[in-house]
């Protein structure tokens, strides 16, 4: 599916994978995320970069390495840098080993079990669209995630952090 901002010159181009191929979506991604996998689609004569061509890359979903090892590594093949929101269980322990430190910028990913739903993906895009800080990011992810999760502000903030 692919999604315009209603103002912006922003796309969301969201792919969806059988669960039975959730080993394949996660290389997918580590291996957009690090230029080793460049793609573009055309929507209405206009072509938009995804994978390694995007400058943020997300995951949202179950974290598959919670069940399954990689065996690969992934290093930056092109310098460039790119954002990432991983949104799944305990995403920062589990990806992080797989991340290139110098060139991705965790935006938002997640330190414990979780609930990956639209509304922290959406409000955390929002505050990336208006340029905010990671920090700013962060607190409009966990306002929605504490608002649909009933928890505390703290708990959602504990929950969904930032940075290395």
């Known amino acids: 599916m692919v999604y315009k901002h209603r103002s912006e010159n922003y ?20 291996r957009g995320l690090h230029g080793q996998l460049k793609d573009t689609l055309q929507v209405d004569n206009k072509i938009i970069g995804i994978a390694g061509n995007a400058k943020l890359n997300a995951y949202i979903g179950h974290d598959g390495l919670m069940d399954f090892q990689l065996d690969q590594r992934f290093k930056n093949t092109d ?21 290139d430190k110098e060139t991705v910028n965790p935006i938002l990913w997640t330190s414990h079990l ?5 509304y922290s993906l959406h409000d955390a895009l929002t505050g990336y669209i208006n340029g905010e800080s990671n920090e700013q990011i962060q607190e409009r992810a966990a306002k929605a995630y504490s608002k649909y999760q009933k928890c505390s502000l703290r708990a959602a903030k504990n929950l969904l952090i930032i940075n290395w």
């Open 11 to 30: 796309y969301l181009v969201a792919d969806a994978y059988d669960g039975k191929e959730i080993k394949l979506c996660t290389v997918d991604f580590l």
């Open 79 to 99: 310098r460039q840098k790119r954002n990432a929101i991983i949104l799944a269980c305990y995403s920062k322990k589990y990806f992080a080993p797989h991340i």
């Open 114 to 118: 979780m609930c990956p739903e639209a």
